[in-house]
């Protein structure tokens, strides 16, 4: 079984419709998107190219990351996409956790690693926002790269990107970090609990999620 950091998302949103996606191939119905944040975080990504192998300003200033830079390491490519990125994790029976970085902030000195990951989002995040979505995120990218001998740092930067008037009827963006504390171990526990979801039965609907009703409607219990 491969899964993805997406897929634990899911597992840990909703049991049952992680199931039903992994084992009867019942995916979350899936809306029209707009391609404009994608391309908003494409072209912001692209912008901080310039600052490989030094940092971009907002972090720069910050006197938690001194001494690291934008990893610059020739394997970045191949670590940003999930096919070749050679960091992930297997357990005894074969199954993984696949996924890619964003990028990665670098300790020369130290040789220390840390996640990095760049974030979208409609207004100004907080500190609680960011660990509520995003923790489990740090803490399996941390893994990765513990199993790939990497020495890590005692944290992992979410930098955020939001939009703000300008004042002249465009639009500008603000950017802010926010720090995590890696639990690495965790990682470990999203990975079991979500193999076991899989072996075991259908879970039951839950009543925060609004796929279940779907699902019920589906007549889905029969599995």
Not at 149 to 167: D, I, M, Q, R, Y
Request: aromatic fraction near 12%.
């Amino acid at each position: 079984m491969q899964l993805s950091y997406s897929a634990l998302s899911t597992q840990k949103d909703c049991p049952r419709c992680f199931w039903l996606d992994r084992n009867k191939k019942l995916g979350r119905p899936q809306g029209i998107k707009s391609g404009v944040p994608g391309a908003v975080d494409n072209i912001l990504k692209d912008g901080l190219e310039q600052y490989r192998g030094s940092l971009p300003p907002i972090l720069a200033a910050d006197l938690r990351l001194e001494g690291f830079v934008l990893y610059a390491g020739t394997d970045l490519p191949k670590m940003r996409h999930w096919k070749s990125n050679p960091y992930k994790m297997k357990d005894e029976k074969g199954n993984i956790i696949v996924g890619a970085f964003d990028d990665l902030l670098h300790h020369p000195g130290a040789d220390t690693y840390a996640y990095l990951d760049y974030k979208t989002t409609g207004k100004e995040p907080s500190q609680e926002f960011g660990e509520r979505y995003y923790q489990s995120q740090c803490d399996i990218y941390t893994r990765f790269l513990l199993l790939g001998g990497k020495k890590v740092a005692s944290f992992g930067v979410l930098l955020f990107f939001w939009p703000v008037s300008n004042g002249n009827g465009s639009v500008d963006f603000k950017t802010m970090p926010i720090f995590l504390t890696p639990n690495p171990d965790n990682a470990e526990v999203l990975f079991k609990k979500a193999i076991e979801c899989l072996e075991g039965p259908i879970p039951d609907a839950s009543n925060d999620c609004e796929y279940c009703g779907r699902h019920n409607a589906l007549n889905l219990n029969g599995f």
